[in-house]
Nanobody, 120 residues
Framework: VQLQASGGGSVQPGGTLRLSCTAS????????VAWFRRAPGKEREAVSC??????????FYADSVKGRFTLSRDNAKNTVYLQMNSLKPEDTAAYYC????????????WGQGTQVTVSS
């Protein structure tokens, strides 16, 4: 059972990246999936979440990324994507995905971090 985050890199301000959170050993479609980030010297911040627990997809975004970041889910690939556009230097952080099983029993998994660096 594994959750793997990937897609980080170094871009200039205004650039784009797409992060992937891929599950193996379990069906990611049964989980709410969130992205968090932690910048050096700062608290961990929740960035975005997709939650299907009410039978339809609900999307949540931090105010700091609203309008620039977009979540999507591809159940066939067992993957959740975070499309990041118009990146800013303040988006620089290690990004982590987290999967939280809807319903019972409760399981949750963390992916390893993927580094995003935005600088000129």
């Amino acid at each position: 059972v594994q959750l793997q985050a990937s897609g980080g890199g170094s871009v200039q301000p205004g650039g784009t990246l797409r992060l992937s959170c891929t599950a193996s050993g379990f069906s990611l479609g049964d989980y709410a999936v969130a992205w968090f980030r932690r910048a050096p010297g700062k608290e961990r911040e929740a960035v975005s979440c997709i939650d299907d627990s009410d039978g339809y997809s609900q999307f949540f975004y931090a105010d700091s990324v609203k309008g620039r970041f977009t979540l999507s889910r591809d159940n066939a690939k067992n993957t959740v994507y975070l499309q990041m556009n118009s990146l800013k230097p303040e988006d620089t952080a290690a990004y982590y995905c987290h999967a939280d099983r809807v319903g019972w029993p409760k399981y949750d998994y963390w992916g390893q971090g993927t580094q995003v660096t935005v600088s000129s």
